[in-house]
């Protein structure tokens, strides 16, 4: 029905909740994985890369406008 796997579906919604984790809080990404459903902060970075191309501290930095 919406053309992804459940799979896919479940860690498109915890991207997202890792997106707006970095967006708007300071936490330490650890963290940020644990609050997103993520076991690790390296399987977060790896995923996170995968679909956006920038880590996650390069997209917080971008995203709060910071160098």
Do not use: W
């Amino acid at each position: 029905m919406l053309g992804r796997t459940p799979a896919e579906e479940i860690r498109r919604v915890r991207l997202e909740r890792v997106k707006q984790l970095l967006a708007d809080t300071d936490m330490p990404i650890p963290s940020v994985a644990a609050a997103s459903g993520f076991g690790s902060r390296e399987y977060l970075a790896r995923a996170f890369k995968q679909e956006t191309g920038l880590s996650p501290r390069q997209y917080r930095n971008r995203i709060q406008g910071r160098a």
